[in-house]
């Protein structure tokens, strides 16, 4: 008996090594492969921006919320990534609202906007708008027609009866904003919009994986807040 168990013993510790250097490996091999399947999942942070990420193989979505409505807007992201998972070619969409209203001699307009909020919990942000008349001829009947001037925007309307559509692009660049779309009061004096900015985007992975930044970053590229983004991932 006490050579059986000896030697039972002696079995059960080389087989309990064997079990945890083999187990250990395949799990240390078991988290990298999952880390190597969705390297882009997780949550993604900078100054400004939470952007949480889901990957479906080489689709990307997601949602960024930010910290300050006043410095940054929401957005969400939808994306597919190169065959080596490397780079996401993306699109960047931004949405609102805006309600408009025509001063008396038709050269310029005032209102508020809204940035729809992205997560389901939050209040869209809002904001008030104005534009000027950029010396366009006023059509009777088409008085929501031409070329306006905001801060930050050069905004071209055109109106077919009480529909008024249109697209815009930034002050300082012939680059594409976004599109617009409403209707006007029986009056026509307020217009009812809604407005969308899809911006295609592309990022790269950095090697270990921790940074998420957007490509092409150039003086004039015009960024989902103004500037390129550099996105580190939480652990």
């Known amino acids: 008996m006490k050579m059986y168990a000896g030697n039972y013993f002696v079995v059960t510790i080389v087989v309990s090594i064997v079990c945890s250097l083999f187990c250990g490996v395949y799990a240390d091999e078991s988290g990298i492969t999952s880390h190597q399947d969705s390297p882009w999942a997780g949550t993604w942070t900078d100054a400004n921006y939470s952007l949480s990420l889901s990957q ?5 979505n997601g949602i960024a919320i930010v910290t300050d ?5 929401p957005f969400r992201l939808t ?9 996401l070619q993306s699109v960047v969409t931004e949405t609102g609202t805006l309600t408009l209203n025509l001063s008396e001699d038709k050269m310029m307009f005032y209102g508020a906007g809204t940035v729809d909020a992205v997560d389901n919990v939050s209040e869209p942000y809002a904001y008030t708008f104005n534009a000027t008349r950029n010396g366009t001829t006023i ?3 088409q008085e929501w027609t031409g070329i306006w001037i905001s801060k930050r925007n050069v905004i071209n309307l055109i109106q077919n ?5 249109g697209d815009y692009h930034p002050l300082t660049s012939l680059k594409f904003g976004g599109l617009v779309n409403g209707t006007t009061s029986a009056d026509g004096k307020t217009l009812s919009m809604k407005w969308i900015s899809p911006v295609n985007d592309t990022f790269s992975l950095s090697d270990d994986g921790m940074n998420m930044i957007e490509g092409e970053c150039t003086d004039e590229k015009i960024s989902v807040n103004g500037y390129c983004l550099n996105l580190t991932k939480e652990v």
């Open 161 to 165: 009866s009480n529909s008024v559509s």
């Open 139 to 141: 059509v009777s009947d």
């Open 69 to 73: 409505s006043d410095v940054a807007d």
């Open 56 to 60: 479906d193989g080489s689709t990307i």
């Open 79 to 87: 994306g597919t990534l190169s065959e080596d998972g490397k780079t």
